[in-house]
């Protein structure tokens, strides 16, 4: 077929076929296309959410590596012990101060009356 041969209703045709595909393809772009626009629109919103989320998870975690692990908290401990047997000394220790005390204000007392 030559360009002289086709006629105005070839052309036509052709054209009308043409739009029909172009039709066709824009309806099943539209068909795929307008279920992913809102699933983008979910992702986005998603993205913010997992964002924040990170975020708390991120501060709790250091929040908890802060926090005194179970050798620390061992090491506490004896020291607690030890403080409290010093305690116990030093208890031992001031009760003959204590007495002194005592007899002190027994005395002063008595010479106030006299």
Known sequence: M????????????????????????????????GPSRKNTARLDAD?????????????LRDSVERMPNAETMHRVELAMARMEGHIDRLD??????AAISERMQELLIEQGRK
């Open 2 to 33: 030559t360009p002289t041969e086709l006629s105005v209703g070839e052309i036509v045709l052709w054209i009308v076929a043409l739009n029909t595909f172009l039709s066709f393809g824009t309806a099943v772009w539209m068909l795929f296309s």
């Open 92 to 97: 031992e220790r001031l009760k003959p101060v």
């Open 47 to 59: 993205e913010l959410r997992l964002t924040a989320i990170e975020t708390s998870h991120a501060r």
